[in-house]
């Protein structure tokens, strides 16, 4: 019965994105204020509904309900229980109907937080909200219902697939999620003002929150997903350059795109088109993302659940928002007012630069993505475009835009002198090829890339604090005076140094992981040694271990550095029992930022075991630089002028049209 | 600078920039992608000793033999035909006989496909998609699922 309302108030919530859809449109059409004001309450409805039906499923899931088909296909009695929780969308029809809860949840934040927009652009929003939320809801209710019951109820379940019982399950699909669709709203502020044909530096002032905000969650999840696959998959990579990494990577660069260029149309007025277009197509990824990740149409190593049918349920909603909010942009853009022009030398020039290296790098991924189903449905031929082609492609991309990231904060508006910024940024320089130096001359095989590498990660954390040192006046005043500057200066400046010394740090690891890594794979038998970046690893046997809803054979090492103790690792082997299915759990040791990582292959015939072992040079730097970046983005949430709704009257009220008196 | 000159050196650096850019990409995708082949394939196709190619199938059958250390040596079948690889490292977990992998690596002259990677997914009712539409051409789809 329970489960029945579940379902019935998923169907409430379709039938009331509908309303949301077509009432207050045909409100701001007709002028008539009470249609207008239907946006609000059935937004915030359907998120009241979309949760009760989600909390349907959750229940179902803790309770052990077999009798509902998609909790019999993933979960089973003896599963701890925040695995039966995460569970919910560790399958393909929870997992949508998570992504309709955010939906959802997004548009009553538009419809609460909103309350200072102009009433007919806050209806508008959500009019497209209501529109791409009713499109997922159908696709749910059609082809991915995950209420369908089973009759009679199986005793037990099929136990929910062991490479996602962890609390990674728990964080990155929620925290990818809330980023992807965090972007619908920036896309329906885009569609909004193409509609309304309208288009103003308050409009950026709205849509700069709330792209701010989809882009710390779209980094924590891709960070979070980035570090369960390199510890779970127990390979010891980080980015495969994967069809479904890719896919949440091309919204994260469009997105780091828009989070630049719509500062640049709030304080200057200019790049205004280019905003809207930006707006549209970092959504437009974030659904191009779902439909790769959900079709199953490019082969991945994370893809899970996929079904190529209702892929193209997808396909047809991508097509229809990606089309349609394309012609409304060809057709309507040329109606909105021009912004200024600049001199190419200021930040605005500077932020044009970061636009043109993200969206081309954003472009050549995207290009690498999909080429193989191009090449495919043209010749028949199946190719594979993997890590060769992106680090290629990519990387002489990223390493000029990572070069000029130092420049952009210390260029003045309008028209900046690059050689007054230049000296500057002498100190930083220098330091830059002082650790170029060190690395060159004291790191073991360390070459010269990476030498250059961990420069150019130096200069960019030297950069983000000297902008800091610049703009407290370091070395000008007082430290008393530096100390008050200092703390007048606005969240957002801390934000943008943050965000860009946490850059620093991810390039820092990547640069020192990939290039200094150190790798043994041997057959090992217990008391057996093996050396490894000064480290001795000495293997001490397999010992059965029994878990909850699985068994193991645990690889006991323990390690030692310069003869000495120094730690234990458990690597282990498990068979989950209700699928009979095998997975590795590496054993990582960490040591400062870098980690002993050992896995455990497969038994050999003179009782020995193949051990996979690494040393990981400064690898957490990696996903530590992604949480600075997503704290820098936080701060500058935090920053009073960027609060959420809360752009001042005065400004606001130019803005407001005459046919839609306010609330 | 006028603001003529000032956009056009805008759109000239953007369009120069692209220009180095697609270059970039057209070699890469020249030199960087690797074709996928199925057994089968390789009677009709012709690929040179030392050209990168991925390799998919099912495992065949009671090939797979363990030699010294980490060596390991098993035959990638269609049903059809089958094709001889040799790989050192570890596989994956879902690695076994008759389950669907793909491999990557090259042919030796004399005929054996040198593999460094193997991939079989972690769902275990997966078949790598190349594999599944290789075998549904064939007609052998069946067997494997």
């Known amino acids: 019965m329970i489960v029945e309302i579940g379902h019935f108030s998923l169907v409430l919530a379709f039938a009331l994105s509908l309303v949301q859809f077509a009432v207050p449109l045909a409100g701001t059409r007709m002028g008539e204020a009470r249609l207008v004001a239907v946006a609000g309450p059935s937004a915030v409805a359907g998120f009241a509904l979309t949760a009760l039906s989600f909390a349907v499923l959750t229940a179902a899931y803790v309770q052990s309900d077999f009798s509902v088909a998609n909790v019999w296909e993933n979960s089973h009695s003896a599963k701890p229980l925040l695995y039966k929780v995460t569970g919910v969308w560790g399958n393909h029809e929870g997992s949508m109907l998570l992504w309709v809860l955010i939906l959802a949840f997004f548009g009553a934040l538009v419809a609460w937080f909103g309350t200072n927009l102009p009433a007919s652009l806050r209806a508008n929003v959500l009019v497209v909200q209501g529109l791409v939320g009713a499109a997922f809801l159908l696709f749910i209710l059609a082809t991915s219902n995950p209420f369908a019951r089973l009759d009679p109820a199986p005793l037990e379940g099929r136990d929910l697939n062991p490479i996602l019982q962890d609390i990674g399950l728990a964080l990155h699909p929620p925290l990818l999620y809330l980023g992807y669709v965090g972007f619908s709203v920036c896309f329906s502020f885009a569609v909004a003002a193409l509609i309304e044909g309208r288009i103003d530096a308050a409009w950026a002032r709205w849509v700069r929150p709330w792209t701010l905000a989809a882009w710390v969650f779209l980094t924590g999840g891709i960070a979070m997903g980035s570090y369960w696959a390199y510890y779970e998959l127990g390979w010891g990579g980080w980015w495969f350059w994967d069809p479904v990494e890719n896919a949440s990577f091309l919204p994260w660069l469009s997105g780091t795109a828009l989070l630049h260029s719509a500062i640049v149309m709030e304080k200057r007025s200019a790049l205004k088109i280019w905003t809207l277009l930006l707006a549209i197509l970092t959504f437009s990824l974030s659904l191009l993302g779902t439909f790769l990740v959900r079709s199953g149409v490019l082969t991945s190593v994370h893809a899970f659940a996929t079904d190529p049918a209702r892929g193209l349920f997808i396909l047809l909603i991508l097509v229809f928002f990606i089309g349609g909010s394309l012609s409304l942009f060809a057709l309507r853009a040329s109606t909105l007012s021009q912004g200024g022009l600049f001199h190419p030398v200021s930040r605005e020039g500077a932020l044009v630069l970061n636009n043109l290296f993200l969206t081309t790098a954003a472009a050549t991924v995207l290009t690498g993505t999909l080429y193989p189903l191009l090449v495919e449905a043209v010749t028949g031929d199946k190719i594979s475009v993997g890590a060769p082609f992106f680090n290629l492609t990519f990387i002489p991309l990223a390493v000029p835009l990572l070069l000029a990231v130092p420049f952009g904060p210390l260029l003045a508006w309008k028209r900046g002198d690059l050689w007054a910024v230049s000296q500057r940024l002498h100190a930083a320089l220098g330091c830059a090829l002082l650790a170029v130096a060190l690395v060159w001359f004291f790191v073991d095989g360390a070459g010269v890339l990476a030498a250059l590498g961990i420069g150019l990660a130096a200069w960019l954390m030297l950069g983000a604090l000297t902008d800091l040192a610049v703009k407290a006046g370091v070395g000008k005043e007082r430290p008393a005076v530096v100390w008050r500057r200092l703390k007048g200066l606005s969240r957002s400046i801390f934000g943008t140094a943050a965000a860009h010394f946490g850059l620093g740090l991810s390039v820092l690891g990547i640069v020192a992981v990939t290039s200094l890594e150190v790798e043994r794979i041997e057959v090992m038998r217990p008391g057996d040694t093996v050396e490894i970046a000064g480290y001795t690893l000495r293997f001490e046997g397999l010992v059965p271990h029994r878990g909850p809803n699985f068994t193991e054979e645990q690889g006991r090492f323990t390690y030692f550095s310069g003869g000495v103790r120094a730690g234990e690792i458990v690597s282990s082997k498990r068979l989950y029992t209700a699928r009979q299915m095998p997975t590795t759990e590496a054993g990582i040791a960490t040591r400062g930022f870098s980690q002993l990582y050992v896995a455990l292959g497969d038994a050999t015939a003179n009782d020995g075991v193949v051990v996979r072992a690494w040393w990981k040079p400064q690898v957490l730097l990696i996903w530590i630089g992604g949480l600075v970046m997503m704290a820098g983005g936080t701060i500058s949430l935090l920053d009073r002028r960027l609060r959420v709704g809360a752009p001042s009257r005065r400004r606001a009220r130019p803005a407001r049209s005459a046919e839609a008196p306010a609330e | ?145």
Request: zero cysteines; aromatic letters at 8%; a neutral charge.
């Open chain 2, 1 to 145: 600078m006028t603001r003529k000159q000032k956009r056009l050196s805008v759109i000239g650096g953007a369009m120069a920039f692209l220009a180095v850019a697609s270059g970039l990409v057209f070699y890469a995708l020249g030199q960087k992608t690797s074709y996928f082949y199925m057994p089968a394939d390789l009677q009709t196709a012709s690929v040179e000793p030392g050209q990168r190619i991925r390799l998919g199938g099912l495992v065949e059958k009671g090939t797979v033999v363990r030699g010294a250390g980490t060596e390991i040596a098993f035959a990638v079948t269609d049903q059809v035909h089958s094709v001889r690889v040799a790989y050192s490292g570890i596989l994956p977990d879902l690695f076994r006989e008759e389950q669907g992998i793909v491999t990557e690596g090259v042919f030796r002259p004399d005929g054996v496909f040198v593999a460094d990677s193997v991939l079989a997914k972690h769902d275990e009712n997966y078949m790598p998609k190349e594999v599944a539409d290789g075998l549904k051409e064939t007609g052998l789809w069946q067997h494997a699922q």
